[in-house]
Nanobody, 122 residues
């Protein structure tokens, strides 16, 4: 079984910064794509950023230029550096790992973390 554990959320003032981390553990053979999603109260979960195993990234328009995602393939970890935070960034942020193969799996699977709360407020 694969587990994703997020950390780094919290309360920050507008204009501030936070760094989220996500570590995948288990009998992992490979992970194709890892991503961050967020869900604000009363809204649907939305993509924030994704990164492939090759390092290619894609960001939601709302966070381009403010958020940066990075990945350490050897450690199966990803980071999301969030700068110039706005109140509208307030949400629960979820880590996602897609097209994951374990040492024993014949099909890929997708996994989600439990989520970490980010609150941007003065």
């Amino acid at each position: 079984q694969v587990q994703l554990v997020e950390s780094g959320g919290g309360l920050v003032q507008p204009g501030g910064s936070l760094r989220l981390s996500c570590a995948a553990s288990g009998n992992i053979f490979s992970i194709n794509t890892m991503g961050w999603y967020r869900q604000a109260p009363g809204k649907e979960r939305e993509l924030v950023a994704v990164i492939t195993s090759g390092g290619s990234t894609n960001y939601a328009d709302s966070v381009k230029g403010r958020f940066t995602m990075s990945r350490d393939n050897a450690k199966n970890t990803v980071l999301l550096q969030m700068n110039s935070l706005k109140p509208e960034d307030t949400a629960v942020y979820y880590c996602n790992a897609a097209r994951v193969f374990t040492a024993t799996s014949v099909r890929s699977a997708e996994y989600w973390g439990q989520g970490t709360q980010v609150t941007v407020s003065s």
